[in-house]
């Protein structure tokens, strides 16, 4: 009896830690991007975008990515392929919340060209 017990024991132990690595590996496929990014915008100069402060800050992906994927280059393929106009992201997602924080009397980002647009 005592052996048997001993060897439940054990395949109960297994159990539990294929169930911890299982739980790790789906923790681990969360991919929220990367923390800090470069956005294209054409002859305008790029734009510095801090990603995971926007995560943090605002909480919910959907903000942003209603309007276009989770996938780096999602905004210039769209605009390639028509699907966003150019400035449609900058405006109805960048500023338009920008300007809605800065109203409120918020913590907001940037509004103007000059500091969202750096000459390459
Ligand atoms: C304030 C806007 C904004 C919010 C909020 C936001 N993202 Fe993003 N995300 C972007 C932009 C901009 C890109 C780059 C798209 C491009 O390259 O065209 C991007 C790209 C990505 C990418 C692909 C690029 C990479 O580095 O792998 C992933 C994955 C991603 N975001 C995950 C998330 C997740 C998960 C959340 C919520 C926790 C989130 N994002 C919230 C703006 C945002
Ligand atoms: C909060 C940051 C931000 C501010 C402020 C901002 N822009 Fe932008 N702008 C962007 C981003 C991001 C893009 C790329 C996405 C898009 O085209 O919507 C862009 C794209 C553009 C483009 C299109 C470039 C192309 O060839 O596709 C032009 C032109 C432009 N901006 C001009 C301006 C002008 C003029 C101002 C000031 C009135 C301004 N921007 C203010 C972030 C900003
Ligand atoms: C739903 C609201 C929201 C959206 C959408 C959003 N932002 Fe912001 N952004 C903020 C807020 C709030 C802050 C100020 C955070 C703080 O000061 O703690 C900020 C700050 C910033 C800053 C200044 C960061 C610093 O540390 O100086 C930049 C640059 C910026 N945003 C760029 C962008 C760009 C580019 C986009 C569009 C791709 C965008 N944001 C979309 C809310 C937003």
Known sequence: MKRVGSIL???????????????????????N????????AGKKGAVWFPHRQHQDNLG???HCHSVFPKE???IQKMKAEGALKKKQVMK???LSCHRKMK????????TSCKKCHRKK
């Open 103 to 110: 109203k409120m009397k918020k913590p907001a980002g940037p």
């Open 9 to 31: 024991f054990i395949l109960l132990m297994i159990a539990l830690i294929m169930e911890a690595a299982l739980a790790i590996s789906v923790a681990g496929t969360d991919n």
């Open 60 to 62: 919910d992906c959907m």
């Open 72 to 74: 780096a280059g999602a």
């Open 92 to 94: 109805k997602v960048c």
């Open 33 to 40: 991007g990367a923390e800090e990014m470069t956005l294209d």
